[in-house]
């Protein structure tokens, strides 16, 4: 019997894995640590939506961290040389790091997607 820890590190190796192949230009090698390093700036993301959304912050402000946290996310995955579709979902509902569901839905990879089919990249993987 597994334990919920290597249950979790299971979903995060594997999650890894499907980012490895999506991003062959990625700057991390390692699954686990890739996962890691992304679900970090996912949290970075999504606080920049919510701080918006609530008004803590303004337009050209969060336009600006927006812009840097997608810099980031390119210089760990190297998406734009890829060509992968990634962008940031500014809805503080939902993930903020995603891949256009029309590019997910034609290369047929079996990533976490959300209920519109976008791609996630930073999932919480820490539940059953």
Known sequence: MTTKH???MERIQKHGGHLCIIFPERTIA????????????EAKAS???LDLCNGDTDQDTADAAFQAIEYEVNGVTGFARSGVPVFINR???????KIESEWTR???????RDWGGYG???PDLTDD
Do not use: N, S, T, W
């Open 6 to 8: 290597e249950r979790m």
């Open 30 to 41: 390692d699954p686990v640590k890739l996962c890691k390093r992304l679900r970090q700036i």
């Open 47 to 49: 606080k920049v939506a």
């Open 91 to 97: 809805d503080p509902r939902g993930y903020a790091l």
């Open 106 to 112: 034609e290369h047929a990879f079996k990533m976490f």
């Open 120 to 122: 996630i990249l930073a």
